[in-house]
């Protein structure tokens, strides 16, 4: 897997998460970040891998009626895909996309461990809690932890606000698909 660069999430979190990683080493417990800050179009493409045609048909046609017409577009644009579920965040909507969330993997004897019950993964969670994290664990996610508590942007903020922000930190990706 590819190194995450945390370099590039937002300035309040990276510091938490680079804390949260530091002290699960000095308590024994290896975690390797596997996503960071994701595209666009790579949240589109997670979000359709386990969605039939007609689920992601009334998806975009949700996000055109809400005024996030290039969002509706890149969901789109990445077209098909195959694979088991991964995210219930459409683009824009994941806190990945706002720097917010990283995704990390347990590593023992140097091989990923996928386990959720893997006392790695647990202490990940707690200690990420203690840190004034939020862990996807009491959602199901035991690799994720962001910063916020609130589940996604979409619960706060308008899609065309969301559509706004997005242009703002992926200009080439919403620059490349025309709504």
Known sequence: MPTVDLGLLAPDFRVQAEELLRRLRTEGHELKPFFGVR???????LWRQSRSA?????????LEASGALRLAAILRHVGPQVGRWATNALPGDSW???????DCFVVERGAAVWDARHPGYIRYASLAIELGLTSG???G??????????????????WPEIEIEMARRFPL??????A
């Open 141 to 158: 996610d035991a690799v994720h932890v962001q910063l916020r508590s609130e589940s996604a942007p979409h619960k706060f903020l308008p």
């Open 96 to 102: 990945h996309q706002w720097g917010e969330a990283i």
């Open 173 to 178: 990706a919403l620059g490349s698909v025309t």
């Open 39 to 45: 595209g666009l179009e790579e949240q589109a493409r």
């Open 54 to 62: 007609a689920q992601v048909q009334a998806r975009v046609a949700k």
């Open 137 to 139: 664990r009491s959602f």
